[in-house]
């Protein structure tokens, strides 16, 4: 049996009792996710300005730090603030998902982003400590 992820999460246990709210919650989970796109979006935006500007200006500032690190570490706050908001859709899915199937599923989805962010993280505070010395 393979998981359809494009098919709506129907768990028959949630929707046969509440199914109202199941409905409303998953409208709240997709919510979270146009939320995240945006927020992606925005970060994407604001690091391609500060990076043209870092390119126009030629890269270094006076003090010898570099604006394309700067550019960069902004973006991944974004990433970050994206991808916390992608693991709140993702546990209200969760609570929405009585098969095995799609609880392993979107348990797999939100270690694999809980490790992008901590190695984003790590990467940031090495791009911050660049910056400071």
Avoid: C
């Avoid at 200006?57 to 706050?77: E, F, I, P, Q």
């Amino acid at each position: 049996m393979s998981l359809d992820i494009s098919a709506p999460h129907r768990p028959d246990l949630i929707y046969a009792h509440l199914p109202r709210v199941a409905e409303a919650l998953e409208m709240v989970a997709m919510g979270f996710e146009l939320a995240a796109v945006g927020i992606l979006l925005l970060g994407f935006l604001r690091f391609a300005a500060m990076f043209l500007h870092a390119e126009w200006r030629g890269g270094l500032r006076a003090d010898g730090s570099n604006g394309v690190n700067s550019a960069r570490v902004l973006l991944a706050r974004y990433i970050l603030a994206a991808l916390e908001v992608f693991i709140v859709a993702d546990l209200i899915l969760t609570v929405l998902s009585s098969s095995w199937q799609n609880l392993a599923f979107l348990a797999l989805l939100v270690l694999i982003r809980t490790l992008i962010s901590h190695f984003m993280e790590q990467e940031m505070k090495a791009l911050e400590g660049q910056q400071s010395k």
